[in-house]
């Protein structure tokens, strides 16, 4: 099991949520304090997500609500986009990030699925 931070999802994970540091700087305050805390407080839910999967027996759980979260991340981007409070260059570039967790948690969760370690930890 490598450690949690050498994790290339983990790596991505880190950049998103530095991306959306800096995204959520310059909204307004009234937002910066609901929709910017939110966006920033998914992105470290998702990086605690990555975490509990590596040391998970069984990481579908985990892979799935971490799958969920990059989703509500998007969602929120797309919502601070449409408002004006980042530019489309900047939502492009924090969506870039979450569909690459996307798509490292989908072919972690495929990988585990079909894995005989995996298979063996559940019930038959």
């Given at each position: 099991m490598a450690n949690?931070?050498?994790?290339p999802i983990s790596k991505v994970a880190y950049d998103l949520l530095v991306v959306a540091t800096e995204l959520t700087k310059n909204m307004p305050r009234d937002f910066?304090?609901?929709?910017g805390k939110e966006i920033r407080d998914e992105c470290v839910r998702l990086t605690v997500l990555i975490f509990r999967a590596n040391v998970a027996?069984?990481?579908t759980p985990y892979l799935?609500?971490?799958l969920e979260r990059a989703q509500v991340i998007?969602?929120?981007l797309r919502l601070s986009?449409?408002?004006r409070f980042i530019s489309?260059?900047?939502y492009a570039a924090a969506i870039a990030l979450t569909s690459m967790i996307?798509?490292?948690a989908g072919g972690w969760k495929k990988y585990t699925a079909s894995s005989p370690a995996a298979s063996r930890s559940r019930p038959a």
């Open positions: 949690h931070t050498d994790l910066k304090a609901s929709i027996g069984d990481k799935d609500n971490l998007e969602l929120l986009r449409d408002l489309v260059k900047q996307g798509k490292q």
